[in-house]
């Protein structure tokens, strides 16, 4: 199994933070370079003690994510999921994603994967769900294999009855409704390719697969077998998720053709979905979502649940949250500093009402754009 995980170069400045930190505890609010500390779905850790205080920030990063493909003997694709965590990393959710959904004018999610490199798929799905994944992982048969016998026999639903031909004729093997899998027949079941079945119908077969499957992945278990590694970033994500609630996510397909070879899922719902999962994400590739800093220039407002999904909805990788250094800031403000960053900053200016643009140019910024939020964005 591989898998790939984001490394964030702010981690590797904490000691040296320690040492200076006195000499440079006057630069904190200015640079968000010089500092970041961790947090998860939007829980924030404190730079400023008081967080009612006038100058105070803290430094967010982005929504737990893992990607994980299931893959044939012939490393194509059959079956993705794409997890995130919840507050704290106790519990998460997922959408299932069929081979058939179609993420580019021509290609769907099965046809891009097994036309190009994996590298390219993660650009080209991530910039269909305008998000970035901070780690992903290829689960072939041998691995479904192990993570089942931890667990036991497995129960599913299909739809369908699955069938193969024997002498030219349809045998029934699996019945539809409630199927009770042993760990050696689950990748069967999963690979299944049912003669008759609707892009539709396996898209429903996998879902069901996959939330019966996370469900009793026990992520101990699978550390003390060997079968997981602690450095792997998939046992933070499937311990997170057996630590509390896990919710599937939905979606509203339709057949694309009539011949049903593709699905399609309406853009709006998509879009409000993936936020609903991921507050926080980070951009699918450079320049496809630019970071900000967002303060309070009024004094109250509820930034993380107000504003920064707006901003977020509108293109925003937000980095920093704060309060302004004064209070009583009657227009909203969305300064940017390089020239190529005007279309984002329009964009977040149309999703704040009554808010200026400003231009200030800066040869270096720790972040693309900054936000104030003034009354005129509230009123």
Not at 185 to 201: A, K, M
């Amino acid at each position: 199994m591989n898998s790939f995980k984001q490394i964030r170069w702010w981690n590797l400045a904490v000691p040296f933070l320690v040492v200076v930190l006195g000499l440079v505890a006057l630069l904190l609010v200015r640079d968000a370079t010089t500092a970041i500390l961790e947090s998860a779905d939007g829980e924030f850790e404190e730079v400023i003690l008081d967080p009612l205080a006038s100058g105070y920030e803290t430094y967010v990063t982005s929504t737990p994510t893992h990607l994980m493909i299931i893959e044939n003997g012939e490393q194509e694709y059959v079956s993705a999921a794409l997890l995130s965590l919840f507050v704290n990393e106790i519990g998460g959710t997922a959408v299932i994603l069929p081979g058939e959904l179609l993420i580019t004018n021509e290609s769907s999610i099965e046809e891009t994967y097994n036309q190009g490199t994996i590298e390219n798929f993660l650009t080209v799905l991530g910039s269909y769900l305008w998000v970035g994944f901070e780690g992903f992982s290829i689960i072939n048969k041998g691995d479904i294999e192990n993570y089942s016998l931890s667990v036991g026999p497995l129960t599913v639903s299909s739809p369908d009855p699955l069938r193969k031909l024997e002498n030219g004729e349809p045998v029934v093997v699996y019945e539809a409704g409630e199927i009770v899998l042993e760990s050696s027949r689950v990748f069967e079941y999963l690979t299944w390719e049912n003669e008759g079945e609707s892009s539709y119908n396996r898209w429903l077969r996998h879902k069901n697969f996959w939330e019966n499957w996370i469900l009793s992945i026990e992520a101990e278990k699978l550390l003390i077998s060997g079968d997981l590694q602690k450095t792997d970033d998939l046992q933070r994500i499937l311990s997170g998720v057996s630590s509390g609630e896990f919710v599937m996510q939905n979606l509203d397909l339709f057949e694309f053709s009539e011949e049903a070879e593709y699905l399609s899922v309406n853009e709006d719902f998509l879009a409000s979905l993936i936020l609903g999962m991921i507050p926080f994400p980070i951009s699918p590739s450079s320049g496809e979502r630019a970071t900000v800093k967002v303060v309070d220039g009024v004094g109250g407002l509820d930034i993380p649940n107000i504003f920064v999904p707006r901003l977020v909805g509108a293109g925003a990788e937000i980095k920093v949250i704060g309060n302004a250094d004064q209070f009583g800031v009657s227009e909203s403000i969305v300064t940017y500093y390089d020239e190529a960053d005007y279309n984002f900053a329009n964009a977040f200016s149309n999703v704040l009402a009554g808010s200026a643009i400003v231009f200030e140019p800066l040869p270096e910024s720790a972040v693309d754009i900054s936000v104030v939020i003034g009354l005129s964005s509230v009123e």
